[in-house]
Every structure is written in structure tokens, then in C-alpha cells.
């Protein structure tokens, strides 16, 4: 099975802690997005085209393990890996990683769904092929 | 000219503080929200019914004063003003009161727009009968 | 073993939504906190009360799943339960329930620590002799 | 009076947009503090900073004009000015710029206080320094 994996920074704003002095709990979910969100435009296939055809790809499942808690100013990289497996649910993992040290990991799972009726659809031709793309540049950067 | 006026009561939580141990600014507009959709509700008509109609009502303007922090757990206030004008534009106050001191005040302006084209509309009769009826009652409520 | 258990009602705000016209996926933590809180609440032991004697209460791991949109201005009960086995780690379960259907449910797992350093602390004494009320309450009403 | 200027730019994601298909109107808020925390970085008197020495710097008043919605994935530029005026009061306006049209502009007013007791303080020597050095660099450039 390939992997896709891709690293996003993100600045702890003050907006997202709260006054345990740190980040929300609820706030993860928002750092996963956004790490998918950029995983799937540096693959060629920005959500927001994918939302233009109509196709949403709603959560369906989120897990997170609070290691050591983000903090104000933080820099974090959220390191986001999609294990590419050809189920119609896609699966999507992630680590929070500040100074090298991982403070909170999860993951994700979804299912591409109709616009209009909220139904569950095909994953898009622009989406796998740009997956497809993708891993035949992990694939080749591996046998290098 | 006659305002319509309701009280509602939010309970602040943790998600809602930041690491000043108080409430993150930008949540204050949450509470008007919230205080101006009760102050619909209560008129009996629902925002939902009104988007239902294809009617959206963004904000366009807002403004805040920060009196006193409010903090975890506060039971608050919103103490929501509608001053009834009959222009395209309509005006709300909001009060924010704890153990009946004003710890924020604020305004927000906004105008009925059509939910495709985002273009403004006169504002639904559902609205305009619902405004009537609450200007007699209060009208009434002061005559006695 | 004994369970804690209690309902709250939560209105949809259009705050929580996002452009998919449902709840935000990571607005549902919040959701969670609130059940939380106010089954703290109604046992006896405020959170407020136990951040006030230095013990904070942080989620140190969160599961849900997303069985059916939350919308707009729905009417949510969160059902908050609480299976006390008297570890460090506390577990809690959630359901989230519009109209008799479960639309989303999950769990959280929480350790007492110090305010100061985050360090694991045991259980206040404060919430321990809630947590017995409210268990031989629950025993007490079983056995009627 | 000299004025320090500083542009940021943020993604929109997708937890920033409600149902309307649009930003969220509390979140421009944030995006204010981002323009204006990435402002005192600029000069070289990050906000952490100023925290660490027990100097806070609360919103007293924030207002905002909403001219055009923000949408899911816009690059925003913030764009942060501080006009100098050795009074207590900082005066801080933005204005949220997509493809070099203007969408918002607001403004916000902050006093430094005291991170113990909230009380009013002078601002700090820190702060005072990096403005100075901030308008001197201005003017420099002006002159050239």
C-alpha cells in the first residue's frame, strides 16, 4: 500500500486556546483540516475543485490522542498521511509535531458524498487520478 | 418609534475563554447571534423559516464595546434591542449583562439579501407581519 | 459497575455550521464539553469549583462518529455518560440525539492535573464524594 | 502622527464558513488578530513576548464593515495599521483584501493591563522600543 504524505505549518493563534493556557481540544480537528486540506492541493486536486463538481467529503470519524498540549505562538507542522487503498472510505493520519517532538496524533475518515443529497458517491476522476499521480511519484522517488 | 426587546440567558464555556482566562473577543458575536435569533424566535418568526423563504440576513456592520471580561462558566445575559424603522437597513443593540452589570454592549446592521444571488431584497412579509405584531403588543403593553 | 448519566439540550447556532449547511466537525467537542459540564453540574461538583481548588480536567484523547448531519437550529441532546471505575483516567461516552434518532456519538478520556505544573494529580476529594452521591442515588433509584 | 503597516495573508478553511457559504462574521476577528500579531512580530516585539513580562493587551473595542463576503479557500491579505500616538489607547484598522479589492476594514482599540489584576499599565518599555525603531525605519523610507 502507498502512502501520500504531506507537511503543513500552522501558527497557534489566541483565538484557539482557551484558558487552561493552551489549545482548545476542539480546535485539532480544525489543524487536521487544514493539513488535509493542503495535502490534497500540493497532490494537484484543491477540495475546493472537488466541491465545484459537486463531491463533499465530509468526516464520518475523527480520533486524537493529546500527547502534551499546543500552545500560544506555537509553531506546529501537522504531518498529514493518506494511505491510498481504493476504499470507497478514505482514511487520513496525523501527527502534531512541535521542535521534532510529536504532541498530538489522529486520524480521519471519510466518504466522498453528493452535493445536493448528502449520498455516498464514487471518489471522483480528478481525485484519483491525482492520487494515482502522486503515487507513482512516491513510488519513483523511492526507487531512486 | 418602537423597539421590540428580548432577554436571553448563554452559559459561557470553556471552548468560548482563551489563555487571558476570559472570553475571546471575536465570540462576543456568537452571543449577539444568538440573542438576536431568540429575539426572532420569540416575535414567532424563526430564522430558519426565513431562509426556508430564500431570505438571508448577513451581518454588514458590528461594533463592540468591552466592558468587563466575561468569564468561564457566567451565566449571561444578551439583552437584544430591535428599534423597528421600516428601512431596507435594520438595526439591533445587544447587551451583554452579568449579575446586572453591563460588561459589553455592541450593534450589528444587516440587510435582507437573496440566498442565490446575494443581492438585497425587501425583507420577507413573514417578517414584516411578525414586526407588527410585536410593535402592537408592546404598544398595548405600555397603553395599560 | 455504576454510570453516571444526564441530558442537555443544545440549540444548533449558525456559528457551528459551515458551508456544507451542517454542524462543523469539530464543534461537536464542544458539544461534548457541554454534556460534561453539566453532568459536573448536576452531580454537585461544578467544573468551575474544581478549577477553583487548582485541579483541571483535560481531554487527553476524543473519539466520534458522525452518523448523520447536525443542522441548523436543530434541538440537540447530548446524553453524557459517565462509567465510574474509580481509575485516574475518567471515560466518558456521548450521544448526540435529535428527534429519538442518535445522529453522532464518541468518548472522551480525561486526567486530573494540576493547574500549575500539568502534572497527573488524584481526584479531588470534592469530586469523588459527588461522584458516590450521585452513584448511590443512581443505586437507590434502581432498586425502587 | 506615523503610521507602521504590515500585510498577512491567511487561508480561509472550510471552519471559518458557516451556511450561508461564507465566512462566519465573528471570524474576521481573528483575522484581525492575526494582522495585528504578525504587525508586532514585524516590528520585533512579538505579542508571547509581551505576555511573558505580564503585559496584556485586551480588545476595549472592535468594529467591522462587511462589504463583500470572504469565501472557503480565498487568500485573504490582512492588511494591519498602527497609528502611532503615544496615548494609552492603541488604535489599530485593517482591511481584508481579496485580488486587491477590499472586502472588510474594521478597526479595534486595546490598553495594556496587567495579566494579575486587568488594572491599566503603561505599555511596555519593550513595545515602546520596537514602535520607535518601527517609525524611524518609516520615516527613513519615506525620505529616501
Known amino acids: 500500500m502507498t502512502t501520500v504524505r504531506h507537511d503543513t505549518t500552522i501558527r497557534v493563534r489566541y483565538a484557539d486556546t482557551d484558558k487552561m493556557g493552551v489549545v482548545y481540544n476542539g480546535n485539532y480537528l480544525r489543524y487536521f483540516e487544514i493539513g488535509r486540506t493542503e495535502l490534497l492541493r500540493h497532490i494537484g486536486v484543491p477540495y475546493a475543485q472537488l466541491e465545484a463538481q459537486g463531491a463533499l ?9 493529546y500527547l502534551r498540549p499546543a500552545r500560544y505562538d506555537d509553531l506546529l507542522t ?15 493520519a496525523y501527527e502534531i509535531v512541535v521542535d521534532s517532538d510529536v504532541i498530538a496524533r489522529g486520524s480521519t475518515r471519510h466518504t466522498f458524498v453528493d452535493h445536493a443529497t448528502f449520498k455516498p458517491i464514487r471518489p471522483p476522476r480528478l481525485f484519483l487520478d491525482a492520487v494515482e499521480r502522486a503515487c507513482s511519484d512516491t513510488l519513483q522517488s523511492v526507487q531512486q
Open 78 to 92: 501537522v504531518r498529514t498521511t493518506y494511505a491510498v487503498d481504493r476504499t470507497p472510505v478514505l482514511r487520513l
Open 57 to 65: 467529503l465530509p468526516v464520518i470519524e475523527a480520533h486524537i490522542e
